[in-house]
């Protein structure tokens, strides 16, 4: 049974700087990938990166990519998303999603490529 747990969420200040980890386990095979999406107050879920468990693979949403870092630790079945200059608007529920790697490039922000999710991290951000 595969279960995602993030941490690492929180009320920080705009400018400011988290780093969300999800811890994986469960995962049986090293072909699949993972992703962070995100869910603001009255908005639908949203895509903000992802990337292959063997790390050749990073995909970046267009309003995050300058801020966020997505990264993992192989050895410790850990995912990371860390989000740099925090804005207002960042302001979420982070969640942590793995499945099969996918096929094709342009599947990595679908969120119907992961068929396993977290509960979620929540993010506050104060200006």
């Known amino acids: 049974q595969v279960q995602l747990v993030e941490s690492g969420g929180g009320l920080e200040q705009a400018g400011g700087s988290l780093r969300l980890s999800c811890a994986a386990s469960?995962?049986?095979?090293?072909?699949?990938?993972a992703a962070w999406f995100r869910q603001a107050p009255g908005k639908e879920r949203e895509f903000v990166a992802a990337?292959?468990?063997?790390?050749?693979?990073?995909y970046y949403a267009d309003s995050v990519k300058d801020r966020f870092t997505i990264s993992r630790d192989s050895a410790k079945n850990t995912v990371y998303l860390k989000v740099n200059s925090l804005k207002p608007e960042d302001t979420a529920v982070y969640y942590c999603a793995a499945g099969p790697r996918p096929y094709y490039y342009a599947n990595y922000p679908r969120s119907r490529q992961y068929p396993y999710w977290g509960q979620g991290t929540r993010v506050t951000v104060s200006s």
């Open positions: 990337l292959s468990w063997s790390g050749d693979i990073t």
């Open positions: 469960g995962l049986t095979s090293s072909d699949h990938a």
